[in-house]
Nanobody
Framework: QVQLVESGGGSVQAGGSLRLSCITS????????MGWFRQAPGKQREGVAV?????????VADSVKDQFTISRDNGNLNAVYLQMNNLKPEDTATYYCAASPRWVYGILSPDGWPYWGQGTQVTVSS
């Protein structure tokens, strides 16, 4: 059974930083891509950042491109991080990790991703 476990969420003041981690288990092969999505209360889930493992190419939402960086773990090929800097109150949300063994069309859309973690809460106070 494939499992994704996020960690690193918490409460910070505006301008602070957090680093989220996503570790997977139960999948024998390398995923094609992994990504981070977020969902604020009353809003739809949205894509934040995705990384392709075959090329290392990253896709980052315009709303966070100057703040967030996605990277993969060099040792554990099915693990990713999200470095979040200069956090703002509007970044408050539950952050989810997702993984796919194949290309996902509409890469920053949450549709089409087969594997999801349970989420980690990020709260940014002003």
């Amino acid at each position: 059974q494939v499992q994704l476990v996020e960690s690193g969420g918490g409460s910070v003041q505006a301008g602070g930083s957090l680093r989220l981690s996503c570790i997977t288990s139960g999948y024998t092969y390398n995923f094609h891509c992994m990504g981070w999505f977020r969902q604020a209360p009353g809003k739809q889930r949205e894509g934040v950042a995705v990384i392709r493992f075959d090329s290392g190419v990253t896709y980052v939402a315009d709303s966070v491109k100057d703040q967030f960086t996605i990277s993969r773990d060099n040792g554990n090929l099915n693990a990713v991080y999200l470095q979040m800097n200069n956090l703002k109150p509007e970044d408050t949300a539950t952050y989810y990790c997702a993984a796919s063994p194949r290309w996902v069309y509409g890469i920053l859309s949450p549709d089409g991703w087969p594997y999801w973690g349970q989420g980690t809460q990020v709260t940014v106070s002003s």
